[in-house]
C-alpha cells in the first residue's frame, strides 16, 4: 500500500471547476462538469463583454441527409460530402468526396440538404468542429454528419474563422456530448 497523499484543490480558484446556481445555468440546463469547466466558462464571460450574435441570429441552421444512399453512389455525378470532407479542407470542393446520381440528388428527402455557395458545413458528428465553406454554385449535398449553417447576415469566410478561432471551438467543444462517438446536435444551436 503506497502512503502517497492525494489533496483536492483548496478552493474552487485552484480546481478546473466553477460552481454554479441552478437559477444560473443556460438554456441547455446542462449540470455535467464537463460543461463548467473553467476554460468554457471564461470565455462565455469574455464574449459577454462585447457586442456578439449568437450563430442562430447570423445564420439558418440545419444539417444533412438523414436517408440511406450508399446505393445511389456512382464514379462520377453530384458531390455528396460527409463529415471527413471537411477535415483540412477551408473550401469543401478541395476535398475528394463521394458522388451520388442526379437521381437521387432530384429526391423530394434530399431537398433539404442541397447545398447553396456561401454555406458552411460544419461536422456534428466525429471530430466535432471541422468546417468548410462551400464556395462554388454547382449542385452538391451532404450528409447528416455535417450541419449546413447558412449565413443570413454576414460573409461565410468570416463565420467559418469565427468558429475556426480559440472562442470559437471553446463553444462548439462546450455542446458536444459523448465519449467515445462525440456529438454535438444542430438543436443545441438554436437557442
Not at 449568437?54 to 462520377?76: L, M, Q, R
Not at 456530448?177 to 438543436?187: D, I, L
Request: with cysteine; net charge positive.
Amino acid at each position: 500500500m503506497s502512503n502517497r497523499q492525494i489533496s483536492a484543490p483548496s478552493s474552487a480558484e485552484d480546481a478546473n471547476f466553477v460552481v454554479m446556481k441552478f437559477s444560473d445555468l443556460e438554456r441547455t440546463r446542462r449540470i455535467d462538469a464537463e460543461f463548467f469547466e473553467r476554460r468554457y466558462i471564461r470565455t462565455a464571460q469574455l464574449l459577454k463583454t462585447i457586442a456578439t450574435k449568437s450563430v442562430v441570429d447570423v445564420a439558418t441552421i440545419s444539417d444533412g441527409n438523414h436517408f440511406a444512399i450508399s446505393e445511389d453512389f456512382v464514379e462520377e455525378g453530384i458531390p455528396y460530402y460527409r463529415g471527413q470532407d471537411v477535415v483540412g479542407h477551408f473550401f469543401v470542393e478541395q476535398s475528394q468526396p463521394k458522388h451520388i446520381t442526379k437521381t437521387a440528388y432530384d429526391g423530394p428527402w434530399m431537398v433539404r440538404s442541397h447545398l447553396r455557395k456561401g454555406d458552411v458545413l460544419l461536422s456534428i458528428i466525429g471530430t466535432i468542429g471541422e468546417l468548410s465553406v462551400v464556395s462554388r454554385t454547382t449542385p452538391a449535398t451532404c450528409s447528416c454528419k455535417l450541419a449546413i449553417l447558412r449565413p443570413k447576415t454576414i460573409a461565410p469566410e468570416y463565420l467559418a474563422t469565427f468558429l475556426r478561432s480559440r472562442h470559437g471551438r471553446s463553444q462548439i467543444e462546450r455542446l458536444t456530448r459523448g465519449a467515445v462517438q462525440m456529438a454535438s446536435s444542430s438543436k443545441t444551436w438554436i437557442n
